[in-house]
């Protein structure tokens, strides 16, 4: 009799890459990946493909359209009903451990094991959500079996015991005698991060780093003057294994707040990490800020 089939619930071109990688390493089987997309990046679209590709697994995807709360909730409800309901997996795997849709869809369906898999530095952040929310804490992140992540030596979502660290991205390129330099900037959804700074302070922070590359956040809508931005439907940490392989010789700066890709990359070869800082997001992410000398980044105080 066939198995149950296992559900992977991803939300972001990195949560698809991430779930790509721990189907393939762990060798699961039977996969059925579901793109909940609600930023309309193509770069979510690029992954899933590469994950149909890679891993043979089948796919849904539900986008949401609405505007309105309630009609959102009726549009997903739908959705469920039709593709859904009553239907029973053997595990079900989540990144975005807070998101409504994701609540939603486990009143409808069974499953015997949840597990979890890195949302990025939300995973990290012991003065965040997922540390602190009673909802999360008792009925998801109590209930996981195993934990996969990307980040070692930090402490996670889960007890050690559940943890497991999985090597995802290439960090042993060969490199050349350094003969020059670029600068890299990796964009944030800022309007989500605040509230002292607009979109012209940050224009004039890029401009007066010298940035030659900026890598644009898949939920970001500013748009920056005075930088080259980078057209790519890879992750930035794809793109920069690449980037290294092909000059080898260049030194590589990397300019952000405090962005995932920061401790993604932090032992590739030829890079160095800059995290920028006020006080404002040192009052909201210090301990993010903090950890990050555990990843080779270096904090820059702003003005």
């Not at 009143?107 to 015997?112: H, L, M, P, Q, S």
């Not at 992140?141 to 999985?166: A, C, P």
Request: hydrophobic content about 40%.
């Amino acid at each position: 009799m066939k198995s149950k089939k296992n559900l992977f619930i991803c939300m972001t071109p990195f949560q698809l890459y991430f779930a790509t990688k721990i189907i393939e390493k762990k060798k699961i089987e039977n996969v059925l990946i579901f793109l909940l997309d609600l930023s309309h990046s193509e770069k979510n679209y690029y992954y899933l493909d590469r994950a149909k590709k890679i891993t043979g697994c089948d796919i849904l995807v539900y986008q949401e359209r609405n505007s309105k709360k309630l009609f959102k909730i009726i549009s997903f409800l739908k959705y469920i009903f039709l593709n859904f309901f009553l239907k029973k997996f053997e595990g079900v795997y989540i990144a975005s451990l807070h998101d409504k849709y994701i609540h939603l869809l486990f009143k409808f369906i069974g499953f015997n094991k949840i597990y979890g898999f890195d949302d990025g530095v939300a995973n990290i952040n012991k003065d965040g959500l997922y540390f602190h929310d009673a909802f999360i804490k008792s009925k998801i992140i109590g209930r996981i079996e195993k934990h996969y992540t990307v980040f070692s030596g930090v402490e996670n979502i889960v007890d050690m015991k559940r943890l497991e660290v999985l090597n995802v991205f290439d960090d042993s390129q060969q490199v050349g005698t350094v003969i020059n330099k670029v600068v890299f900037f990796i964009g944030q959804p800022y309007v989500e991060i605040f509230n002292n700074k607009n979109e012209e302070d940050v224009n004039q922070i890029i401009c007066d780093l010298g940035v030659d590359f900026y890598f644009k956040h898949p939920r970001e809508n500013n748009f920056f003057k005075g930088v080259e931005y980078i057209d790519s439907n890879e992750i930035f940490e794809s793109f920069l294994e690449n980037y290294i392989k092909e000059n080898p010789n260049t030194q590589i700066e990397l300019y952000s707040f405090f962005s995932t890709v920061m401790f993604n990359v932090s032992n590739f070869s030829n890079v160095r990490l800059f995290a920028l800082v006020d006080e404002e997001l040192y009052q909201k992410y210090s301990y993010l800020y903090d950890v990050m000398a555990q990843f080779n980044v270096e904090k820059l105080w702003m003005k």
